[in-house]
């Protein structure tokens, strides 16, 4: 029984296998593929090892007893890795992790707050210069010319978009901030968010992350 109780611990350690893969390659830490492939051996291979040795140390020979032992550390493990982020949601959450570390989030707050506010104006300067006013204005997605953006930040994002969006019965204006493929930080009017494509980095500041088909 006390080698049974010893064991334990074990019951966590696929469910932080699979979580820390993904988060880990989401964080930039180890690459992607590798991230999946722990994120894998984490929700499977591990699993049954872990409940093929609660089967083994079970407290009585019994052949009943020793499968019950098993099938119980299956179903805990189970239990384990959907109660807590994996896949997904882990990766989103390492990447939030990363680009906070990247970048002054205050600056990016900054940065979204002061062209919203000559967007609402109409004073905005728009990169699709050759559009009609009536077009830039009416249209769901602002393209913000470089020169809007403070200097630090200027280099920093591919483009910038201030996006008309509409969640439930009201419209919500979105500034997006590009930084490549997959990967971009998002200011809107929701206080926090978490999802396998969003996670908060502050309250109104959002990493998003594009999941790989």
Not at 23 to 35: H, M, S
Not at 47 to 68: E, Q
Not at 124 to 150: H, N, Y
Not at 190 to 211: M, N, P, W
């Amino acid at each position: 029984m006390k080698r049974y109780a010893q064991c334990l611990p074990l019951l966590g350690l696929a469910p932080l296998a699979h979580f820390l893969g993904f988060y880990l390659a989401g964080r930039g830490i180890i690459d992607g593929g590798l991230g999946m492939f722990v994120g894998a051996i984490g929700l499977y291979p591990l699993i049954l090892v872990v409940a093929l040795v609660f089967g083994f140390v079970a407290p009585s020979s019994s052949n009943f007893v020793r499968y019950s032992s098993c099938i119980g550390a299956i179903v805990a493990q189970f239990v384990l890795v959907f109660t807590f982020p994996g896949g997904a949601a882990a990766e989103v959450m390492g990447v939030a992790h990363r680009l906070k570390r990247y970048f002054p989030i205050t600056q990016v707050r900054e940065c979204a707050n002061q062209p919203l506010e000559k967007y609402q104006a109409k004073t905005l300067i728009s990169a699709d210069r050759d559009k009609p006013q009536t077009e830039l204005w009416s249209e769901s997605a602002f393209a913000v010319d470089g020169s809007e953006l403070p200097a630090p930040l200027r280099e920093r994002f591919r483009w910038v978009q201030i996006r008309k969006v509409q969640r439930g019965f009201a419209d919500d204006i979105v500034v997006f901030f590009f930084i490549n493929w997959g990967q971009s930080i998002i200011c809107d009017g929701r206080s926090f968010v978490s999802d396998t494509r969003l996670y908060s980095i502050e309250k109104g500041v959002h990493a998003y992350h594009a999941q790989r088909s």
